[in-house]
């Protein structure tokens, strides 16, 4: 085992681990916007006057924008591997593999924290009545 070898395996750990950690957080938040735009619809098919529900458009909104982004999480994870299979020709075994995943664990485990965070606010954005409004205007009024 080189130094080269070594040194890719780390590398794309990394990456690999980073890229898996989002992909997974917002294929998570998908499965929160379609599961808040469902309770949504029940709610509103139950009594037809119901209020304080979350506007369709602001689930739709957060559910097309984390769906670009676990596609882009997702096509980057696809390309890197086939990229660093092709050029470096770097295989899963052996003490490569046990390098590649630790550092992929380790920067998998060190966004968690985050993830978690993220993951919260976009449940809030979409089950919470009026917190996305809320939130904008916060926003705003920071800027």
């Known amino acids: 085992m080189n130094v080269t070898t ?5 590398l794309w750990g990394a990456t690999a681990g980073f890229l898996a950690i989002h992909l997974l ?5 998908v499965i929160f916007c379609l ?4 309770l949504t619809r029940w709610k509103r098919l139950k009594h037809k006057a119901a209020t304080g529900l979350v506007k369709y458009t602001i689930n739709l909104r957060l559910l097309l924008r984390v769906t ?14 086939l990229f660093i299979h092709k050029e ?3 295989q899963y075994q052996g003490t490569g593999s046990i ?34 409004e809320r939130r904008q205007r916060t926003q705003l009024l920071k800027n």
Do not use: C, E, P
């Open 25 to 29: 957080a917002n294929l998570l938040a």
């Open 88 to 90: 470096f020709r770097l």
């Open 68 to 81: 670009l982004y676990a596609l882009l999480f997702g096509g980057l994870l696809y390309n890197g591997d």
């Open 6 to 10: 070594i040194t890719i395996a780390l």
């Open 99 to 132: 390098i590649f995943y630790l550092a992929a664990t380790l920067a998998a485990l060190s966004r968690l924290k985050n993830m978690r965070k993220r993951s919260k606010v976009i449940w809030r954005m979409s089950h919470d009545f009026d917190y996305a």
């Open 35 to 38: 599961h808040g735009i469902l």
